[in-house]
Every structure is written in C-alpha cells, then in structure tokens.
C-alpha cells in the first residue's frame, strides 16, 4: 500500500477548517482511488484521494449529492477540489456490513431485510440524471469473460457466439428498464456501512447507471465477497418482491443480469490478477461461478448456457472455474 500523503493536503484539510489534523491510511481496494482517516480531537472524516488522470471525483460527488437530495443515506461531503481529485467526506464508522456479520451472524436476517428495504426506497425515487446502462454497456461487461478469463484459462472460445448470445438474452429486458431506477452497481456487503439506529450508508456508488431494478439485487444476493445462501437468496427476494409492483418477467430478469454480472466479476477479478497483480481477488471466482451455473439453469438464459456447455470444459466448471494460469 502507498502510504504517501496526497500532494496539497495540507493547504486542502487547511481551506476546509481541518488544518493540523492527523491523517492516518486505510487498505485499498481494487482501484486506484485512496482513502485515509482524518483526525482532529474528538471529530474525524475520511478523505478520499482520487487523483487524475486515474480517477476522477466528480461522478462520486455528483451521485452523492443526488442520494442525499433523494432523501437516501450517502456521506455527507464536507469539502472537495476536483482538480487535485481531494474529497473530505463523512466518517461512517468501522461497521462494514461484510465485516461486522462476521462477528454477528444471529443478526443477518435483519441486516438484509433492511438492505433490501433500502433499495425499495432507491427504486421508489425518480431515476437520476446518469447514463442508461445499455445493450452496449452490458456487452463490453460481460465480455471481459472472454477478454480475460478466457485466456488465463487457455481456453479457444467462440467470442463472436458469446456475444450474440448475450444480446439474444438481454434485448427483451431492455424495455423493462425504461424509465428504470438508479443502479449503484456495487451494492454488495463490502460497500454498506452499518450505522446508528439501525441505519445503513452507502458507498461507493460512483459509477451509478440508470438501468433495471433487479441489477442492485443480484449484487447484494450473490455476492462476489460473502456468502448468500440460496435460502436467504429467495427470502430477501420475496421480501422485495412483496413491496414493489415488479412485473411478470422480473424473475427471469434477476437471472439474466445475474448470469451477466457473474460474467463480468469473473473477467474483472482476472484482469485484477493479470494486469494489476492483485491475485487476491482469485479466491473469490468459485463463489462467483457458483452463482452463474444457477444464473445458467433459468430457461431465459438458454442461449447463453448453450453457450458455455460448448465453449467451456466441464472440469472447469466443476472446479468453481479452475485453476488459472
């Protein structure tokens, strides 16, 4: 971990009323984005660093903003300067939800239910002002499978065949997501924060979309870093399904962006390893295609499952996604 103070804190924490502070680093994530603490007596904040041209603050700031005037529990920013990438933002605490049910797994129940009921609430809100998650988005997603894993993989696929099955899946749904809701996109475990009274906070929804409200509920139900369990899968769904006026095909969709997401992760996490030389994140790839062979049993997804019986070995599929090279 780079444990260098960003350059111009100082006059940065200085210009927010936060001169003299202790700034103190945290672990980092799977981006180039990073965070410390910030300390002065008895108040703290976190303090993203976000520097250009690797990242760019603004579409945290701007979703940010959006969540909070929507009445939903983002951090409150206290200061930002785009330019240098520096945002001085709330300090929700040390709960991560991931993190706190391991120690209090007689709790998890109710920590989904009000996870689940806070996406109600998001999807009950007006769709943002931010880009469509399209047919486009969607394929260049679902083709870092093929981009990455394939090859650590050794395995010759049919790209072309991957791609047309994709869009033969996910063409009927696109209607359905129209208007659509706001789609944060990493609504998982590792990105809600347990706070007070109950209450959850979001973060890392800088890459928000507007797209279908299933997408969100995949992330959160099959979660690349923690383990649902398929019974607590169909609990919380039915506990959605109970408050909102989903639609006939909202079941079959859950697969298809489930099987979409699936795909991705895959491809990301071996990207991550490949590229990036972060091999930690190939742990979690057998959690991760467990989740897509159930994607893969729902007849919507019959193209694509054809798909993977011809392309991919079933020793590697027996494997949780065997053994990458």
């Given at each position: 971990m780079n444990d260098k103070l960003p350059e111009g804190l100082d006059e940065f924490l200085d210009s927010a009323g936060w001169g003299?502070?202790?700034?103190?680093?945290?672990?980092?994530?799977?981006?180039?984005?990073r965070y410390f603490r910030v300390r002065d007596g008895g108040r703290s904040a976190m303090l993203m660093d976000a520097p250009p041209p690797h990242e760019d603050p603004g579409p945290f700031l701007d979703v940010g903003k959006w969540l909070t005037a929507h009445g939903h529990r983002a951090p409150e920013i206290h200061a930002e300067d785009r330019s240098r990438g520096l945002v001085l933002i709330e300090d929700f605490g040390e709960d991560r939800m991931r993190d706190w049910l391991d120690d209090n797994a007689h709790a998890e129940e109710e920590v989904y239910e009000r996870a689940i009921d806070a996406l109600v609430r998001?999807?009950?809100?007006?769709?943002?002002?931010f880009a469509p998650y399209d047919l486009d988005t969607y394929q260049r997603e679902a083709g870092?499978?093929?981009?990455?894993?394939?090859p650590a993989m050794r395995l010759a696929v049919d790209e072309e065949g991957y791609r047309r099955a994709f869009e033969e899946v996910l063409l009927p749904m696109l209607p359905r997501q129209d208007p659509?809701?706001?789609?944060?996109?990493?609504?998982?475990?590792?990105?809600i924060m347990l706070l007070g009274g109950g209450h959850q906070g979001l973060i890392d929804f800088q890459d928000a979309l507007v797209?279908?409200?299933?997408y969100d509920l995949v992330s959160l139900l099959q979660d690349a870093r923690r383990d649902v369990s398929p019974a607590l899968e169909r609990r919380m769904l039915d506990r959605y399904l109970a408050r909102v006026d989903a639609g006939e095909h909202f079941e079959a969709d859950y697969a298809r962006l489930g099987a979409q997401r699936?795909?991705?992760?895959v491809g990301i996490f071996s990207r991550l390893w490949k590229r990036d030389d972060k091999p930690r994140y190939l742990a979690f790839i057998p959690r991760v295609w467990e989740a897509l062979e159930r994607d893969l049993k729902h007849p919507a997804l019959a193209p694509v499952a054809d798909w993977f019986a011809?392309?991919?070995?079933?020793e590697v599929r027996d494997t949780g996604g065997g053994e990458l090279q």
């Open positions: 003299g502070a202790r700034v103190e680093p945290l672990v980092g994530d799977a981006s180039f984005r998001l999807h009950q809100s007006p769709p943002g002002p870092l499978f093929t981009e990455w894993y394939c659509g809701v706001t789609v944060l996109r990493d609504y998982h475990a590792e990105n797209g279908h409200p299933a699936n795909a991705k992760i011809r392309n991919i070995p079933q």
